[in-house]
Each structure stands twice: as structure tokens, then as C-alpha cells.
């Protein structure tokens, strides 16, 4: 995996990134967008163009936020690599760790 969607997506899902990806690899989940490591390319161009500042490379983690790396590898453990977000309506699921975040954590 290259590049890990965080906290401060949790709760907010701005879309920037999902707009931006030229592969369409970032999903939309319940509370927060998830980066498919199957599908990733690594080009970076979700990075700019986060409001939030939630996306980082996996080597780029800071410790408070490790937890997120495995949370985007489990969102995708089911349904593999789909080909694209476009068409994939995932909203009602998410990780088990980010479903267990309270509502309105703080993004920091």
C-alpha cells in the first residue's frame, strides 16, 4: 500500500481526492474515503488536493495514526480489488476500527 487515508477524513468525506485519482482507487466507505493498495499507483495526486491532510504515504505515518493503515487494508480484505470506485457503492460499511471511532473525534 503507498498511500493511507486518516483521521481527519473520519467523518468529513470532502470527495477531492476521489475526483482527483486518474485510477478511480479511492472508495467511499460510511464515515471516511479508503485508498484500494491493489489498485494505487502511487501518483500523489490525491495529496494536494486534500483539504483535510489525510492522506499519507505508508513510510510518512505519524504513530498516532498507524491504526489507519491496517483500517484500509481491512476495508478491502472482502471485496478485493473492484476496478474502480466509480460504480461501487460501498457507504454502508466501513473498517471496524474507524466504525468504532465516537462521532465527531477529533481530526488531529
Not at 466507505?29 to 484500494?36: F, L, S, T, V, W
Not at 487494508?73 to 454502508?92: C, M, N, Y
Request: glycine share 6%.
Amino acid at each position: 500500500m503507498a498511500y493511507v487515508v486518516t483521521q481527519a477524513c473520519v467523518d468529513c468525506l470532502d470527495k477531492s481526492c476521489m475526483q482527483e485519482c486518474p485510477v478511480d482507487c479511492i472508495y467511499e466507505g460510511g464515515r471516511m474515503a479508503y485508498i484500494n493498495p491493489q489498485e494505487c499507483i502511487e501518483c500523489a495526486a490525491c495529496l494536494p488536493v486534500c483539504p483535510q491532510r489525510a492522506i499519507y504515504n505508508e513510510h510518512d505515518l505519524p504513530d498516532p495514526l498507524v491504526a489507519f493503515r491496517a483500517a484500509n487494508e481491512q476495508f478491502f480484505a472482502d471485496i478485493g480489488a473492484p476496478g474502480g470506485a466509480t460504480d461501487v457503492d460501498l457507504t454502508d460499511r466501513d473498517a471496524a476500527f474507524v466504525a468504532s471511532l465516537p462521532r465527531g473525534a477529533d481530526r488531529d
